[in-house]
């Protein structure tokens, strides 16, 4: 089993920064790519950021330049993925939710956080 904890979120002014934690514990081994999505009101959950195992990024051309994604720390027991947000604009105000996806060889699928919600004011 794998769980998901996200923490780091808040309310900031546009123009400012936050940064957000997801821990990943349990049989962390199974898990290959961590991403950060996002969900404002009334909007769909949209992808902010992920990092593969390899370290390899892709942002969402929002994020791009601005966002962050970070391996903290990675071991089989538990993983820690940042996501250091700066230059928030209203427009980020949303419910923020870490997303880990298992490897196909143990059976693929993708596995949830709570999430953490992120409060931009103009």
């Known amino acids: 089993q794998v769980q998901l904890v996200e923490s780091g979120g808040g309310l900031v002014q546009a123009g400012g920064s936050l940064r957000l934690s997801c821990a990943v514990s349990?049989?962390?081994?199974?898990?290959?790519?961590i991403g950060w999505y996002r969900q404002g009101p009334g909007n769909q959950r949209e992808l902010v950021a992920s990092?593969?195992?390899?370290?390899?990024?892709?942002?969402?051309e929002s994020a791009k330049g601005r966002f962050t994604i970070t391996i903290i720390s990675r071991d089989n027991a538990k993983d820690t993925v940042d996501l250091q947000m700066n230059s928030l604009k209203p427009g980020g105000t949303a419910v923020y939710y870490c997303?880990?996806?298992?490897?196909?060889?143990?059976?693929?699928?993708?596995?949830w956080g709570q999430g953490t919600q992120v409060t931009v004011s103009s």
């Open positions: 997303n880990a996806e298992r490897l196909v060889s143990y059976g693929g699928g993708e596995i």
């Open positions: 349990g049989a962390t081994y199974t898990i290959e790519d």
């Open positions: 990092i593969s195992r390899s370290g390899q990024t892709n942002y969402a």
